[in-house]
């Protein structure tokens, strides 16, 4: 497949354990908030999304953190499975306005 | 992919030549978009459309250009392809039809340019 990031930041845990994958986004105007998920040669694939006026916001497995005073978003998923292997970023949107995306972490998972 | 399909999915062509790439979608989203995406960057957004022959530059939008004569397709166009837009691009969708917000995005499986 493509390399989606030759120099990504990697993430690597063991199977079963919780992951932490960090994303600090840059506009404190940024309302809307969303975690994609990559797998090598394909589109990025929607995980979760929270607005700002949550804190946390839960999915299967997942969980979205929210901290607007330091503009610090993280994704966690728990019990870390093989197939979570991927890159993972996160997007940004001020209100009505187009997404910025970050860069990703390459999420790598030890049997 | 949420209804979304590119095409072609990969492509080789030449310096100079022009190239069109194809973006169809059965979800009826208001929204539709072009990016893309590039080693050592995020996805970058080249041009978007909010709605039938409505469209509008994003950050990376020289050399391409857009057309929208239907709801489900979105055309990007490389007038004179260079080597610097070899890359993956993808499309994404997003907004119902009738919603004023372009909420979440869905992508496509992308399309790999090579140009040489």
């Known amino acids: 497949g493509e390399s989606v990031g030759l120099h990504l930041p990697t993430l690597s845990v063991q199977e079963g354990d919780n992951s932490i994958i960090n994303c600090a986004y840059s506009n404190s105007a940024s309302d809307y908030f969303i975690w994609y998920k990559q797998e090598s040669g394909k589109g990025p694939q929607f995980i979760i999304d929270?607005?700002?006026?949550?804190d946390k916001r839960q999915g299967q497995r997942v969980t979205v953190l929210l901290n607007k005073t330091v503009k610090h978003l993280s994704l966690q998923i728990a019990a870390t499975q093989p197939g979570d292997s991927a890159v993972y970023f996160c997007?940004?949107?001020?209100?009505?306005?187009?997404?910025?995306f970050g860069p990703g972490t390459r999420l790598s998972v030890l049997p | 992919d949420a209804g979304i399909t590119q095409s072609p999915r990969h492509k080789v062509t030449e310096t100079g030549t022009p190239v069109t790439l194809r973006c169809h979608q059965t979800e009826n989203h208001r929204y539709m978009y072009w990016y893309r995406q590039d080693p050592g960057h995020g996805l970058r957004l080249i041009h978007y459309s909010y709605g039938v022959k409505d469209t509008d530059k994003g950050e990376v939008s020289d050399g391409y250009s857009v057309s929208r004569s239907k709801t489900e397709d979105f055309l990007l166009t490389l007038e004179s392809a260079t080597s610097s837009q070899t890359s993956v691009y993808f499309c994404?969708?997003?907004?119902?039809?009738?919603?004023?917000?372009?909420?979440?995005?869905?992508f496509g499986p992308g399309t790999r340019l090579l140009v040489l």
């Open positions: 997007a940004e949107s001020p209100y009505g306005q187009n997404f910025v």
């Open positions: 994404a969708i997003g907004g119902l039809a009738g919603s004023e917000y372009q909420e979440t995005q869905y």
């Open positions: 929270i607005r700002s006026n949550m």
